[in-house]
């Protein structure tokens, strides 16, 4: 199948699947994505203990993204790596989203091989890493290597039932560099066309490798004086390519229903692939049942607190903000697995069992 999935297609999928309660994962000994994939780094003990935390309290579902320069280093080192990642997650009953690229370089560096940078002191995901990296987004002569990875990675595992969906793109465009106001808008500008070109481009390489999983990639540019609508052209280009309908959306509960209404109209299935910014009154006890009455599965940002330091906010969010051992922003568990706030965990576990029993 060459073309995206019709409604009933998606819908059919949707019905062996089920409502993902879940979350975006790093385990806490990665700094980054680079770290968790490296062969010197992957840290299969640690992901094995912390799935095992995310069963217990409930999860069933979870969203990591490869890294790009780790394929073209030591291509089938990572795809054994990835079916070893893979064989961990079923142990644990949770189903896996694999997300491919990523514009979120907030480091600001290019992506690297070898040992990478520690996390600076008091900053949130510090040393995150792009996939492949803004260099080559930036670069149309480059993208013949982004196809040949997009198209072998999913050739390997496109009839692999251990994944659920494929996750093309996170983010396209998202700049995340410190540039002063005139770079900045003109880097923006010149980061969106090509990201938006590659994304097109990206569902094109991937429907002729034909997997079956479903593909989307993530609006995340919400406009919140709209009634939650997605109108920038890489969201509108998302939704209208990817089979099952995903966005990211960090803000409190009436914002998010603004969203889910929106796009409950498309007539496939929903999911919100990033939430849960504490400090933005973006938390369980409203937005979880909210999800799960919407059937809108939802990946929360983090699980375990570790080397990305995503319990600390934001830098954008207002510095008055209460410290982060009082209020975590993201994560849910400590370094020891023991849950940041018991009533949250006991919310997953109390919706996953209910949908569970419901069927």
């Known amino acids: 199948m060459n073309s995206q999935w019709s409604e009933s297609q998606a819908e059919a999928w949707y ?25 010197d780094t ?9 799935l095992g935390w995310a069963h217990d309290h409930g999860y069933n ?19 054994a790596r990835i079916d070893r990642f893979l064989a961990l ?21 290019e992506p690297y091989l070898g040992p990478q940078k520690p996390p600076r002191e008091g900053v949130h995901n510090s040393q995150a890493a792009a ?11 480059q993208w013949p290597r982004i196809e040949a990875y997009v198209r072998d990675v999913l050739t390997q ?32 500008e010149a980061l969106e066309h090509f990201a938006l070109e590659l994304m097109i481009a990206t569902f094109g390489w991937a429907r002729e490798v034909s997997p079956t999983q479903p593909l989307t990639v993530g609006a995340w540019h919400i406009d919140h004086q709209h009634y939650g609508t997605l109108e920038h052209p890489i969201d509108v280009a998302a939704l209208e390519l990817s089979d099952i309908i995903s966005y990211h959306n960090y803000n409190n509960a009436a914002h998010q229903l603004g969203v889910l209404e ?23 006890s409203e937005q979880l049942p909210l999800f799960s009455a919407f059937d809108t599965g939802c990946y929360q940002w983090g699980l375990v607190a570790g080397k990305t330091q995503t319990w600390i906010p934001w830098t954008s969010v207002n510095k008055d903000h209460p410290a982060p051992q009082s209020l ?8 020891e697995g023991k849950p940041w706030c018991e009533e949250e965990m006991q919310l997953v576990k109390s919706l996953t069992h209910y949908r569970l029993r419901r069927g």
């Open 157 to 188: 595992f496109k009839n692999d039932s251990r994944i659920a969906i494929w996750d093309l793109y996170n983010e396209p465009g998202n700049r995340g560099i410190n540039l002063s106001p005139t770079e900045s808008m003109e880097y923006d």
């Open 42 to 50: 992957f840290d299969a003990a640690t992901i094995d203990q912390e």
């Open 131 to 141: 996939s492949p990296g803004r260099s080559m987004v930036m670069k149309p002569e």
């Open 262 to 284: 929106n796009l409950a109209l498309r007539n496939r299935p929903v999911l919100c692939t990033e939430w849960l910014a504490r400090h933005m009154d973006c938390g369980f």
């Open 89 to 109: 997650a079923e142990k644990h009953q949770i189903q896996v989203m694999l997300t491919l690229m990523d514009d979120c370089a907030f480091s600001g560096d």
């Open 61 to 79: 579902a979870l969203r990591t993204n490869l890294p790009f320069i780790v394929w073209q280093a030591d291509r089938d080192g990572l795809l």
């Open 15 to 39: 019905q062996q699947h089920g409502w993902a309660c879940g979350f975006n994962y790093l385990p806490r000994s990665a700094v980054n994505w680079t770290e968790m994939w490296q062969a």
């Open 328 to 335: 975590w922003f993201h994560d849910v568990l400590t370094p």
